[in-house]
Every structure is written in structure tokens, then in C-alpha cells.
């Protein structure tokens, strides 16, 4: 069953196209990667899901919920994670304090009020401070982490939104070759119990993680299938990949 | 755990504490009435630091226009001062409404012959502007500099309307009620100890209040709004409506500053709501370190001392002083005098790790 689907999604700015006619259906569970040369609406593609950006034209269904028209707030709270290209993270506050910022179990001002709110999020803290591998910084201001950590932060942050749907731009951008070991690791672990789509360049870490593939080009879906598929296609390879292929 | 004493939770509530005795001690210090009636205002005028401190230094939320509800607070205040001295049957209307020919009270003075009520206004009416005024502000992500000019200029209408609607509130002359004021069948005397203890009492439950507020998980998410309200209304949050409930707390303060005022110097004009006097609470927020409570109280203190005391050669160029002292501190101490003693207390314990960053 398609958890996130979008139907002839199009984005204009003036006369210009960004996303035309865009279909895209990712099922419950999966890992789906987004690649696609520079320009070709992939995270324009995000925004418009994400309620960041609005639709010119089309549908965006969530778990079967039509959310074309809601708030960016709403589209988070209905179970939808985004982690942004550059990383988003709350610099002037602590790595634990980022977390506890974003356990959002509770989501209005005056519940937070309550001083005893904070402690419900400790064993979910837990799990992600290990997944996120961030236990000895936890006091470190996050403006002071290395990119890497900053990348695996504002993935634990994400993670604790609780979402039923991952969206990540380019995760390992700036990334150590560990550092994008781990974090394809990471993101095996997640699938099945989350949907994860992911926006990447690495092609090396695309093909490590990735279930399905969905290639986009000039605001179009230009291809989709495995890996081996994606590969010998001779339009991709035209316009993405280079005459070798993915190495 | 971080080895700044600064940061350490006991040891700040302590400091709060401390200074908040000290200035419950002050009228055993000096038994002067005019020192003490300084004093009370300076305590007034760290009431509207520790709103500006909540507002900006916290939230992010630069706002020009404390004195909006410090100005509204002080009016509800004057109107119930002046309603307490007059009497319904003999001496219906204050005088200042007979020179400017009015021959029945305004509609809108009818609710303060009761000093209950006058004082519910007096705080509900800027409070409710200022949720108000908010929410139409941050729904509509109107942020950063914008803030300060919409602010501003809000300020400059208020002040306005109260300089030329001279038949309602005495136009620049401003009212000077009679009395004292009277609450529970006493006068407090505005050059007491009472007096001064009251402003303390305001000083103490709010800015405790306040502090407490912060340490919940709403402080949090508040601050984290500072640093990137995207990424927080990405999280799920209704950024707007958090920075409305932040706004309308901080004009809570305002308003309560407001009403002290004109209990301590029993009167009121259109200068409370001057485009001069909330500029310097920024100012004394920033000077003392907008990012703690504490420190915005000990620059509004330390500033307006200096003011008084600095001598009458200073006096002429206090504000030229004033100027190069904001400049300083927005250049080489950001986070004001707190900031430069957390550097110092992170040298001592030998861990400066983030003291620059964080509170």
C-alpha cells in the first residue's frame, strides 16, 4: 500500500516549469532514492510535500490523506520528517536539548508549560542518542559539532518526531567515507518500520541502500526501477550517470 | 556535565536569590523618602528590562513597543488614581476634563470608579493588545528587523492618539492624581518603604516566574524558535502562536511596570509611551545581557544609577555616554556584562567549552 503518493504534481514560477507532471508512489516500509542531475526538481519535489512550497497543480496523499493544502506544522504532525540540504539544527542550544526540542509527543505552548513534560522522553532518547552515535557531545552547543555530527543530528532529531515518513536531502553531503558507512547502516536499520525517501548524489551510497530508484530529470520522472535496471537505462546514463555507469 | 559555575541551575537561582534580598534590605540601608522613591524605579525599570529580556533576549522577538503596554498600564493606573479621588455625587469629573469642556465623564473613565475593575484593565487591555497585535504580527511571519519597525511604529501611533485626545487623557500635560493610591482602605504613600517593597514583590514573583517559565519545555522550544523557527515549524510547532503567547507574557510585564509607575510617582503622561523610553529598555537589557533575566534587571539598575549619579558635568552628555556604552557592548560583549562574567567564571573552572554560544 503507497503511503506517500503524488499525482501530476507541477510547480510553476512564471512561465517556468520546476516539477511538471510529476508522479511519484512510495509503498509502507520502503527505502526509495531520489537521484537526478542538478536542477531536475528533486528538492523543489520535497518542498511541495512538505508544504514548504505550494502546488501549482496536482495531489499529495499521505497514508491515504489528501495534504496538498496544509500547513507545513500539520503535514509534521500527520507523521511526515524532513531533513533539510543544509543542515537545520537549533545552534545555540545543546545536542540534548535539540532532542528534547524535538520529542513533540506534545505540541502546544501551554502543555509544554507543564515542568514534568520533559521526562517522558527518556527511553526514546536513549535509542536514538545511540543510533545518532552522538553520546559523548550531548552538552556540546550544537554550532560547534563538525558537519558529519551536525548531518547525524538533525537525523536523530527527525527520528525523534517519531515520523512514518522520512524525507532526506542529501544526508551524507560532507560526510567522511565512515561517516556515510554508518549512516547507510543507519538507514537499513529504519527501513521496514519507516518509510524513508532519500534525495542523494553519492552514487556509491545510493547503491548500497537503495530498494527502488526514481530518477528525475527537468521536473520529470525519467526512469524508475532497481538498481540494475536504473543502470542499463540508456536515457539515464545519458543524462545522469556518464557512459560508464554507477561504480 | 559543564564545569562553568554559570551554568550550573543552583548556583544561578542562588544569585537571583541573593540580589533579590539585597534589594528587600535597601530601605534599612537608606531611610532617605526621595533615595527610596529612586530606587522604586529603577526596580520598575528592571521589571520592563526582564520583559524585553524575555521577549528578545529569549524569543528573539527584537520589539520596540514595550512601552505600548507599559504606557497602557500606566493610564489604567492614572484613570483609577484619579476615579479613587473623586467623589460620584459632588465632583463627578476630574478637572482637567472641565478645561477641556466636557460636561458628562467618558464612557470609557465609567469603568474606574471601581479600583478592582480599573486595575483588571489596566493589566487586561495591553495584555489582550498585545496578544492581539501579536498574533497579526506572527501569523503572518513578520520577523527579525521587521518586528522592531512594525513595533515601532505602533509605539509612535499610541503615542499619538494619547498626546491628541487631550479631553480623555489630559493630552501632554498628563494626569496627576491628587492622592496616593488606596487599595485594601490604605494610602500607599509613594515615597515608603511599602511602596518600594511592592515594586520589589512585583520584581520577585515575576522575573521567578518568568525564570521558572524558561526552564520548563516551553522555555526550550522558545529559544530553539530564536535560533530557526523553519526547522521548528518543520518539527510540528505553531511557531506564530508560540511567539503570540511569548509576546503577550512580555506585555503582561510591561503593563504590571506600567501600573507600579504611576503608584510611585503619581502621574502619568505621554512620555511613558516615548519612543526614547523603550528604546532604553532594549538598551538596558542589552547592556546587562539580554540572555539572562538577572542581567537585564542589573543593567536597567547600574544605567539608571549612573544616570542619577553620575554627577551634573555627566549629565549633560549622559546620552552620548549612553550611545558609545550600547556601542561596546553590541561590539565586543553580545551577551552584555553576564556574558563577560560567564567568560570569566569558564576561565576559573577551566572549561571555556561553548561559553561564547550558550546560557
Same mark, same amino acid.
Request: proline share 4%.
Given at each position: 500500500?503507497? @503511503?506517500?503518493?503524488?499525482?501530476?504534481?507541477?510547480?510553476?514560477?512564471?512561465?517556468?516549469?520546476?516539477v511538471k507532471g510529476f508522479n511519484l508512489s512510495?509503498?509502507?516500509?520502503?527505502?526509495r532514492c531520489l537521484i537526478g542531475p542538478n536542477g531536475a526538481g528533486k528538492?523543489?519535489s520535497?518542498?511541495? @510535500?512538505?508544504?514548504?512550497?505550494?502546488?501549482?497543480?496536482?495531489?499529495?496523499?499521505?497514508?491515504?490523506?489528501?495534504?496538498?493544502?496544509?500547513?507545513?506544522?500539520?503535514?509534521?504532525?500527520?507523521?511526515?520528517?524532513?531533513?533539510?540540504?543544509?543542515?537545520?539544527?537549533?545552534?545555540?542550544?545543546?545536542?540534548?536539548?535539540?532532542?528534547?526540542?524535538?520529542?513533540?509527543?506534545? @505540541?502546544?505552548?501551554?502543555?509544554?508549560?507543564?515542568?514534568?513534560?520533559?521526562?517522558?522522553?527518556?527511553?526514546?532518547?536513549?535509542?536514538?542518542?545511540?543510533?545518532?552515535?552522538?553520546?559523548?557531545?550531548?552538552?556540546?552547543?550544537?554550532?560547534?559539532?563538525?558537519?558529519?555530527?551536525?548531518?547525524?543530528?538533525?537525523?536523530?532529531?527527525?527520528?525523534?518526531?517519531?515520523?512514518?515518513?522520512?524525507?532526506?536531502?542529501?544526508?551524507?553531503?560532507?560526510?567522511?567515507?565512515?561517516?556515510?558507512?554508518?549512516?547507510?547502516?543507519?538507514?537499513?536499520?529504519?527501513?521496514?518500520?519507516?518509510?524513508?525517501?532519500v534525495v542523494e548524489h553519492d552514487m556509491s551510497f545510493v547503491r548500497s541502500i537503495a530498494d527502488v530508484i526514481s530518477v528525475m530529470h527537468q521536473g520529470n520522472m525519467l526512469a524508475e526501477g532497481a538498481l540494475s535496471e536504473i543502470e542499463q537505462h540508456p536515457k539515464v546514463k545519458e543524462v545522469y550517470l556518464g557512459t560508464e555507469g554507477i561504480n | 556535565?559543564?564545569?562553568?559555575?554559570?551554568?550550573?541551575?543552583?548556583?544561578?537561582?542562588?544569585?537571583?536569590?541573593?540580589?533579590?534580598?539585597? *534589594?528587600?534590605?535597601?530601605? +534599612?540601608? !537608606?531611610?532617605?523618602?526621595?533615595?527610596?522613591?529612586?530606587?522604586?524605579?529603577?526596580?520598575?525599570?528592571? *521589571?520592563?528590562?526582564?520583559?524585553?529580556?524575555?521577549?528578545?533576549?529569549?524569543?528573539?522577538?527584537?520589539?520596540?513597543?514595550?512601552?505600548?503596554? +507599559?504606557?497602557?498600564?500606566?493610564?489604567?493606573?492614572?484613570?483609577?488614581?484619579?476615579? &479613587?479621588?473623586?467623589?460620584?455625587?459632588?465632583?463627578?469629573?476630574? =478637572?482637567?476634563?472641565?478645561?477641556?469642556?466636557?460636561?458628562?465623564?467618558?464612557?470609557?473613565?465609567?469603568? +474606574?470608579?471601581?479600583?478592582? /475593575?480599573?486595575?483588571?484593565?489596566?493589566?487586561?487591555?495591553? =495584555?489582550? !493588545? +498585545?496578544?492581539?497585535?501579536?498574533?497579526?504580527?506572527?501569523?503572518?511571519?513578520?520577523?527579525?528587523? !521587521?518586528?522592531?519597525?512594525?513595533?515601532?511604529?505602533?509605539?509612535?501611533?499610541?503615542?499619538?492618539?494619547?498626546?491628541?485626545?487631550?479631553?480623555?487623557?489630559?493630552?501632554?500635560?498628563?494626569?496627576?492624581?491628587?492622592?496616593?493610591?488606596?487599595?485594601?482602605?490604605?494610602?500607599?504613600?509613594?515615597?515608603?518603604?511599602?511602596?518600594?517593597?511592592?515594586?520589589?514583590?512585583?520584581?520577585?514573583?515575576? =522575573?521567578?516566574?518568568?525564570? !521558572?517559565?524558561?526552564? =520548563?519545555?516551553?522555555?526550550? /522550544?522558545?529559544?530553539?524558535?530564536?535560533?530557526?523557527?523553519?526547522?521548528?515549524?518543520?518539527?510540528?510547532?505553531?511557531?506564530?502562536?508560540?511567539?503570540?503567547?511569548?509576546?503577550?507574557?512580555?506585555?503582561?510585564?510591561?503593563?504590571?511596570?506600567?501600573?507600579?509607575?504611576?503608584?510611585?510617582?503619581?502621574?502619568?503622561?505621554?512620555?511613558?509611551?516615548?519612543?526614547? *523610553?523603550? /528604546?532604553?529598555?532594549?538598551?538596558?537589557?542589552?547592556?546587562?545581557?539580554?540572555?539572562?533575566?538577572?542581567?537585564?534587571?542589573?543593567?536597567?539598575?547600574?544605567?539608571?544609577?549612573?544616570?542619577?549619579?553620575?554627577?551634573?558635568?555627566? &549629565?549633560?552628555?549622559?546620552?552620548?555616554? *549612553?550611545?558609545?556604552?550600547?556601542?561596546?557592548?553590541?561590539?565586543?560583549?553580545?551577551?552584555?556584562?553576564?556574558?563577560?562574567?560567564?567568560?570569566?567564571?569558564?576561565?576559573?573552572?577551566?572549561?571555556?567549552?561553548?561559553?561564547?554560544?550558550?546560557?
Open positions: 500500500m503507497a @503511503i506517500l503518493e503524488l499525482k501530476e504534481v507541477t510547480k510553476t514560477y512564471n512561465d517556468f516549469s520546476v512510495v509503498s509502507k516500509g520502503e527505502l528538492t523543489t520535497l518542498d511541495l @510535500i512538505t508544504g514548504r512550497q505550494k502546488l501549482t497543480s496536482g495531489t499529495v496523499h499521505f497514508d491515504g490523506k489528501n495534504i496538498t493544502k496544509l500547513l507545513e506544522r500539520e503535514i509534521a504532525v500527520l507523521g511526515v520528517g524532513r531533513k533539510f540540504q543544509v543542515p537545520a539544527v537549533f545552534k545555540e542550544l545543546t545536542v540534548r536539548e535539540n532532542f528534547e526540542v524535538s520529542y513533540t509527543e506534545r @505540541i502546544g505552548p501551554f502543555q509544554n508549560m507543564n515542568p514534568f513534560t520533559k521526562k517522558h522522553s527518556r527511553k526514546h532518547f536513549n535509542e536514538i542518542i545511540e543510533l545518532a552515535a552522538l553520546g559523548d557531545r550531548l552538552d556540546t552547543v550544537a554550532g560547534l559539532l563538525s558537519h558529519g555530527e551536525t548531518q547525524w543530528l538533525e537525523i536523530g532529531m527527525v527520528l525523534m518526531q517519531k515520523p512514518r515518513l522520512l524525507l532526506l536531502d542529501e544526508p551524507t553531503s560532507g560526510m567522511t567515507e565512515q561517516e556515510t558507512e554508518k549512516t547507510s547502516e543507519i538507514f537499513k536499520e529504519l527501513k521496514g518500520e519507516h518509510t524513508l525517501v | 556535565m559543564d564545569g562553568n559555575l554559570y551554568h550550573n541551575r543552583k548556583a544561578q537561582w542562588a544569585a537571583y536569590i541573593l540580589i533579590f534580598v539585597l *534589594l528587600a534590605l535597601v530601605p +534599612f540601608i !537608606f531611610d532617605n523618602p526621595f533615595t527610596l522613591n529612586q530606587f522604586s524605579r529603577y526596580i520598575i525599570f528592571s *521589571l520592563t528590562a526582564v520583559s524585553v529580556s524575555l521577549v528578545w533576549g529569549h524569543g528573539g522577538i527584537l520589539s520596540l513597543g514595550q512601552g505600548i503596554a +507599559f504606557g497602557m498600564g500606566a493610564y489604567g493606573m492614572g484613570a483609577t488614581m484619579q476615579m &479613587q479621588f473623586q467623589d460620584p455625587v459632588n465632583d463627578p469629573i476630574p =478637572t482637567f476634563m472641565l478645561t477641556n469642556e466636557l460636561e458628562k465623564l467618558p464612557l470609557v473613565w465609567e469603568p +474606574f470608579w471601581s479600583t478592582p /475593575i480599573g486595575l483588571s484593565l489596566a493589566i487586561g487591555v495591553p =495584555t489582550l !493588545f +498585545f496578544f492581539i497585535f501579536g498574533y497579526m504580527m506572527f501569523q503572518a511571519r513578520v520577523a527579525g528587523v !521587521f518586528v522592531a519597525i512594525m513595533t515601532l511604529a505602533m509605539l509612535a501611533a499610541w503615542y499619538s492618539v494619547v498626546y491628541d485626545m487631550q479631553p480623555f487623557t489630559a493630552g501632554f500635560n498628563g494626569i496627576s492624581p491628587p492622592s496616593p493610591f488606596e487599595i485594601f482602605g490604605t494610602q500607599i504613600d509613594p515615597y515608603s518603604s511599602t511602596a518600594y517593597w511592592v515594586c520589589v514583590a512585583f520584581l520577585v514573583i515575576l =522575573t521567578l516566574g518568568t525564570k !521558572f517559565l524558561l526552564h =520548563t519545555k516551553f522555555g526550550l /522550544i522558545v529559544q530553539a524558535m530564536r535560533d530557526d523557527p523553519e526547522r521548528a515549524r518543520f518539527l510540528g510547532y505553531n511557531v506564530a502562536y508560540y511567539q503570540t503567547v511569548l509576546f503577550t507574557l512580555s506585555g503582561f510585564i510591561a503593563a504590571c511596570a506600567g501600573i507600579l509607575w504611576v503608584m510611585v510617582t503619581q502621574y502619568v503622561s505621554p512620555t511613558s509611551m516615548e519612543i526614547m *523610553l523603550s /528604546i532604553s529598555m532594549v538598551i538596558w537589557a542589552a547592556v546587562g545581557g539580554r540572555t539572562s533575566l538577572l542581567g537585564a534587571i542589573i543593567g536597567a539598575f547600574l544605567i539608571n544609577l549612573g544616570q542619577s549619579y553620575a554627577g551634573d558635568e555627566f &549629565q549633560k552628555h549622559w546620552l552620548i555616554m *549612553l550611545g558609545v556604552v550600547f556601542v561596546i557592548v553590541v561590539l565586543f560583549l553580545p551577551k552584555g556584562l553576564t556574558g563577560l562574567f560567564e567568560s570569566i567564571l569558564g576561565k576559573f573552572s577551566g572549561n571555556n567549552k561553548g561559553a561564547k554560544q550558550k546560557a
